[in-house]
Nanobody
Framework: QVQLVESGGGLVQPGGSLRLSCAASGFSFSHYAMNWYRQAPGKEREFLAI???????NYADSVKGRFTISKQNIKQLVYLQMNSLKPEDTAVYYC?????????WGQGTQVTVSS
């Protein structure tokens, strides 16, 4: 059974940093691309970043240059390092995998950027 569990969210001041983690299980982690999304109140879920099987990455324009996605295959973990955080980055952050024709999501972790 596919399971994704995010952690690392919290309250941070503008300009600060956070690192989110996502622990994956139930599938061959190294064989699938992993994604990070976020959803702010009243807004649609927004794609942020993808890390492919070969380690190449791609980012949404809104986070390019500030956020970095990475993974550890042996630990089945995917990370999102977030720097230079802004109040508009406040949202629930989700990791995601497309597996066997279906999207899987974690429960999300809240990130609040406020002074």
């Amino acid at each position: 059974q596919v399971q994704l569990v995010e952690s690392g969210g919290g309250l941070v001041q503008p300009g600060g940093s956070l690192r989110l983690s996502c622990a994956a299980s139930g599938f061959s982690f190294s064989h699938y691309a992993m994604n990070w999304y976020r959803q702010a109140p009243g807004k649609e879920r927004e794609f942020l970043a993808i890390i492919n099987l070969d380690g190449t990455t791609n980012y949404a324009d809104s986070v390019k240059g500030r956020f970095t996605i990475s993974k550890q295959n042996i630990k089945q973990l995917v990370y999102l390092q977030m720097n230079s955080l802004k109040p508009e980055d406040t949202a629930v952050y989700y990791c995601n995998v497309w597996f066997n024709g279906q999207d899987y999501w974690g429960q999300g972790t809240q990130v609040t950027v406020s002074s």
